[in-house]
């Protein structure tokens, strides 16, 4: 019943900084906390940052002080600001959705690439 679209991914150099985006199909933010996760070559999916319907954030320790979550939810999107980037970055970027109440539900978007690199 959800789409979710991630875009803004693309190539920048260490200490740059991208903006990623997430757009549902439908107006679901005010059920579901939002969330964006990575996955890197040879390594697994990995949380980055969440955020609730209330607005509580949680970040990874890898990307604290660095990555900003944020959503809208009059426009449907959520975004990800990554800023001091690092080679470590470097992965797939996934939006994904989820809710507990009244029962279990989690979307997933199919990716978007950042590559931090020289």
């Known amino acids: 019943q959800v789409q979710l679209v991630e875009s803004g991914g693309g190539l920048v150099q260490p200490g740059g900084s991208l903006r990623l985006s997430c757009a549902a199909s439908r107006n679901i933010f005010n059920m579901y906390t939002m969330g964006w996760y990575r996955q890197a070559p040879g390594k697994q999916r990995q949380l980055v940052a969440t955020i609730t319907s209330g607005g509580s954030t949680n970040y990874a320790d890898s990307v604290k002080g660095r990555f900003t979550i944020s959503r809208d939810n009059a426009e449907n999107t959520v975004n990800l600001q990554m800023d001091t980037l690092k080679p470590e970055d470097t992965a797939v970027y996934y939006c994904?959705?989820?809710?507990?109440?009244?029962?279990?539900?989690?979307?997933w978007g199919l990716g978007t690439q950042v590559t931090v690199s020289s």
């Open positions: 994904n959705a989820n809710r507990v109440i009244p029962t279990y539900v989690t979307y």
